[in-house]
């Protein structure tokens, strides 16, 4: 059996808050409170969820932007979790980010060339025919006019700036990218170009993705498997056609009855789910199942147990009473 190319062991994030005027009141925020999953080689992974689920910090923790507080993470059976920068330095070519803002994520100052040309520099890596030609070719592979290799990014429509992103992420030839809600920002009519063209260098290179999103409809037609996440915590993993066909905890049920189906009449007799109250802050989760405060099968137990991942069907599920 091949080792999954990331693996992830109870992995927790807290950021300590402070507030009052000289922030004496502090309070612990649990943004990733113990999760467990695994990526394997050439697969795409979607980690979907709320706004404030925990999902790009995830991401972040995972490529080491923020250090975990507790957990591991194994890159290719190797533990990253605690390795120090000289030590990560070398990894950093193998493991790559696209984040969700293309403008914020490129420096206004440097043009296109030099920012992609940056991780061949960092890294000490000379290309065969040169520098500039590796940006130019990478320019091209991602649907950019290589003769753009000296603009800034202000000159590019926001579509155009993330395949610069892309390309960024792409120059060292990774093996695994964390793409963190890389169409969110986009126009619909860029966003399937975005996927489609992800969907393509995934097997031109053999990329292994983990696809952080709120779509679910996107993810849902890039990624193999789904992970959902509530506050911090996994509640369901499975295939996406087991996800999306027969769901089994009631937050991923919640989830996709909010997601229009595009026949009117069909919309009009299924089953629409409200959840009631508002999201739980993360510094201060409710006691046993996180979403017991707006679930409508919670019972003593879920206020009381923290459910652990078990197998229901071919769905890891999280949850006292799945459906």
Known sequence: MTTPILQVQGLKKHFISTRGIVGRDKSIVKAVDGIDF?????????????????????????????????????????????????????????????????????????????????????????????????????LAR??????????????????????????????????LIIA??????????????????????QDDFGLSYLFIAHDLSVVQHISDRVIVMYLGKIMEIAKTQSLFSSPHHPYTKALLSAVPIPDPEIEKKREHIMLTGDLPSPANPPTGCVFNTRCWKAQDKCRIVAPELLQVGASEVACHFPE
Request: glycine content about 8%.
């Open 142 to 175: 991602v649907g950019l006019n290589p003769e753009h290799i000296n603009r800034f990014p202000h000159e590019f429509s926001g579509g155009q700036r993330q395949r610069i992103g892309i390309a960024r992420a792409l120059a060292l030839r990774p093996k």
């Open 180 to 201: 963190d809600e890389p169409v969110s920002a986009l126009d619909v009519s860029i966003q399937a170009q975005v996927v489609n063209l992800l969907d393509d260098l």
């Open 38 to 138: 695994e990526v394997n080689a050439g697969e795409t992974v979607g980690l979907v969820g709320e706004s404030g689920c925990g999902k790009t910090t995830a991401g972040r923790t995972i490529v080491r932007l923020y250090e975990p507080t507790a957990g591991k993470i194994f890159f290719e059976g190797q533990d990253i979790s605690n390795i120090s920068k000289n030590e990560m330095k070398p990894l950093r070519s193998q493991i790559q980010m696209i984040f969700q803002d293309p403008y914020a994520s490129l420096n206004p100052r440097q043009t296109v060339g030099s920012i992609i040309s940056a991780s061949f520099v960092i890294q000490k890596v000379n290309p065969p025919n040169g520098i500039k030609i590796a940006v130019q070719d990478l």
